[in-house]
C-alpha cells in the first residue's frame, strides 16, 4: 500500500512562510504526477499546486507568485514552499499522486492521497 506522509504545518501570522513536505516509500516516484491540495473548513478541495513528470508546474491564481512546489527523486519527497501566507490560506494541506494524468489540479485526477497536514495564517 503506498502512503504519502505530509509534514510541516503550522500557525503562522499573515505575511510568513512555511514549508510543507510530503515523503513517500513510493519505488517509481518519479513516473507520477504530484500536486498539492487544501480544504478550508465548510469548503471544497482545491488545487494549489502542481508538479509534472517533466518537472513542469501549474499553480491556482490564488498563490501565484508566493508559493512554490517542488520535488526531489532521490529523496522521493515533494515540497511546497509558501511565502507571504494570508488568512484565507488557512487549511488541510494534502498531497496526491496519479500516473499518466499529466499536469493537473483536478481533484478527481488523484487518486493517492495524505492524511494531510494543518495550516493556520493568523492577522
Known amino acids: 500500500q503506498v502512503e504519502l506522509v505530509e509534514s510541516g504545518g503550522g500557525s503562522v501570522q499573515a505575511g510568513g512562510s512555511l514549508t510543507l513536505q510530503c515523503t513517500t516509500s513510493?519505488?517509481?516516484?518519479?513516473?507520477?504526477?504530484w500536486a498539492w491540495f487544501r480544504q478550508a473548513p465548510g469548503k471544497e478541495r482545491e488545487g494549489v499546486a502542481g508538479i509534472g513528470t517533466d518537472g513542469r508546474t501549474t499553480y491556482a491564481e490564488s498563490v501565484k507568485g508566493r508559493f512554490t512546489i517542488s520535488k526531489d527523486n532521490a529523496k522521493n519527497t515533494l515540497y511546497l514552499l509558501m511565502n507571504n501566507l494570508k488568512p484565507e490560506d488557512t487549511g488541510m494541506y494534502y498531497c496526491a499522486a496519479e500516473l499518466n494524468v499529466g499536469l493537473t489540479l483536478s481533484r478527481d485526477d488523484f487518486g493517492i492521497w495524505g492524511q494531510g497536514t494543518q495550516v493556520t495564517v493568523y492577522s
Open positions: 513510493m519505488y517509481t516516484y518519479e513516473y507520477y504526477s
